[in-house]
T-cell receptor, first 115, second 111 residues
Framework: DTGVSQNPRHKITKRGQNVTFRCDPI?????LYWYRQTLGQGPEFLTY????????KSRLLSDRFSAERPKGSFSTLEIQRTEQGDSAMYLC?????????????FGPGTRLTVL | ELKVEQNPLFLSMQEGKNYTIYCNYS?????LYWYRQDPGKSLESLFV?????AVKQEGRLMASLDTKARLSTLHITAAVHDLSATYFC???????????FGTGTLLAVQP
């Protein structure tokens, strides 16, 4: 499978714990995006990487959230001291820079439940 | 701030009927996207529209874009049950090309 992959697919954690999600983009894609989707809503942008550089962060991304993309390949999203309001589907997408369409391809998502 | 609105939010239709989903956005954007999402699944890209008057068709779905009116439509022709899903439009949000999504339209096609 050469699509975007995300791990884990599901994560259940207790409030106050730290969690980390991983995204592996399509191999030749230099652009990587993280989005969050809550039930009944459209995805909301969290952060953007071009290669290894994090170039934009949403106001939604509080200090408890941090994202990395070492070497411009896979990316990780860490949430510290989780809160119940963090429960959501976390989606990763990748695209090829320089394409006129900049079509973003989404991974299957990581569903986070904070108890 | 760029905002995207879709209507209707929920659409129940019978097989064989036609209907249109509307997507309005608040400021100029270079690209408009339509995605499909099945329950518990991720998003599948359907169409990318770039220019005013652009029209794309795939099977029973046809998308169009009017950049002057800041309006895109997704037209469903002779609906079948397999089209039941949530449909999102999204607009290119600027320099980083992040996507700004609408709230989605939940389409339920009844036999």
């Amino acid at each position: 499978d050469t699509g975007v992959s995300q791990n884990p697919r599901h994560k259940i954690t207790k409030r106050g714990q730290n969690v980390t999600f991983r995204c592996d983009p399509i191999s030749e894609h230099n652009r990587l995006y993280w989005y969050r989707q809550t039930l009944g809503q459209g995805p909301e942008f969290l952060t953007y990487f071009q290669n290894e550089a994090q170039l934009e962060k949403s106001r939604l991304l509080s200090d408890r959230f941090s994202a990395e993309r070492p070497k411009g390949s896979f990316s990780t999203l860490e949430i510290q001291r989780t809160e119940q309001g963090d429960s959501a589907m976390y989606l990763c997408a990748s695209s090829l820079g320089g394409s006129v369409y900049n079509e973003q391809f989404f991974g299957p998502g990581t569903r986070l439940t904070v108890l | 701030e760029l905002k995207v609105e879709q209507n209707p939010l929920f659409l129940s239709m019978q097989e064989g009927k036609n209907y249109t989903i509307y997507c309005n956005y608040s400021t100029t954007s270079d690209r408009l996207y339509w995605y499909r999402q099945d329950p518990g699944k991720s998003l599948e890209s359907l169409f990318v529209l770039l220019s005013n008057g652009a029209v794309k068709q795939e099977g029973r779905l046809m998308a169009s874009l009017d950049t002057k009116a800041r309006l895109s439509t997704l037209h469903i022709t002779a609906a079948v049950h397999d089209l039941s899903a949530t449909y999102f439009c999204a607009v290119d949000g600027g320099a980083t090309n992040k996507l700004i999504f609408g709230t989605g339209t939940l389409l339920a096609v009844q036999p």
